[in-house]
């Protein structure tokens, strides 16, 4: 791909804490792609507006406050709703490792927990955009 | 999807080709040319509104503000906002949704993030044609958000109609507003964050500024605001809808455009030559060698510049 990748980081939910959705937002900076912030407390509907809106290649989603389950699966389920089939969603946050299985099967491709190295993200995201 | 099919969507409101169409002008240049053609019947329409100013002046939060002025009043609204992409990376942060996150949701209005890829005037190259693509899919009133511009990004004269000029109090004295640059080209001063100490010197400074200026046919309001508060603003709204007035009436709206397309004009046929000559002499890296002579004082810079152009003459 010539063109960055164009990445929009979302913090669904409730939860006040962002400092983890910034490092990883400077880290995706760093690594050469555009990264779309929208701030705290967004609702899947926002999330997918914008997402539209931006053409963005990747939705990545922080999320703390153990919400997952219900945030996560609600945005891949509007995204796939508006048609839009050609995004990468990930999630990361404090996830347990059981609702990981669930997650994945919702269409949420990959989900990173506390202590991934952003390298390892940044690799991922790199090797599974889907367009070109 | 095809061009043409996506062109056909955004008339009709898809937001989705709309920004499908706005990725395909900010980076393939081929297809970029094809969309244009195909759609420059349908702009001239918007009237493009510029908000500029230094940075953490509060120009999303004041975007935001008179976004939801105007659509309140039954307008479609355009924003494009740039933030600066990173010089070592190539990578950025497109932060200005963050101020704007009530008008997502809202059908009449389309926001997009745009980096400045390397582009220096406080927009990004191909600005320009995203803001077609959003005057085409019938938004009315289109705001462009430069960069946090310092003293000369002054590009934004080139598309916006009207130029919003966000001021803060405490950036220095009244030395700073007498410069020349970015404080020639306000239609409209906006003293942002006037409930802060400093707001009333700030205000009188621009005042006193605008009032050195002897040539002037109209001369820029300059408005108090509190965006945060939402304070100020109608009166804003107002100023912008009287600065259009002033232009139509005036045959300036009409000078400014034809000015503007000549520019662009000018910059394409710019860009088209230089494609010409480079391809035709730099086949075996012709300009390094080059480079060498000059250098080793073989040669000089004009003389080089000739040989390249004989390909044109």
Redesign the interface.
Known sequence: MNRPIRVLIAKPGLDGHDRGAKVIARALRDAGMEVIYTGLRQTPEQIVATAVQEDVDVVGMSILSGAHNHLFPRVAELLKEQGVDDVLIIGGGVIPDDDIQGLKEAGIKEIFTPGTETSKMIEYIKNNVQRQ | MEYKQLVEKMLIGD??A???L??AV??EPEKAEKIIREIHQYTGNAHIIGITGPPGAGKSTLTDKIVKALVSEGNKVGVIAIDP??P????????D??RM?DL??NPDV????M?T?GYLGGLSKYTKNALKILDAAGYNYIIIETVGVGQSEVDIVKIADTIVMVMVPGLGDDIQSIKAGIMEIGDIFAINKSDLFGADRTAVEVNMMLDLTMDMDRRPPVVKVVAANNEGIDELVNEIKEHIKYLKESGKFEERRKNNLKLEVVELIEEELRKIVISHTDSENKLDSEVIEILNKNKNVYEVRDEFLKVIK
């Open positions: 937001k989705r709309c920004a499908k706005i990725t900010e980076n992409t990173s070592y990376s190539g990578g950025s942060i497109l932060g949704r963050i996150q997502a949701l389309f926001i997009r993030s980096g890829r």
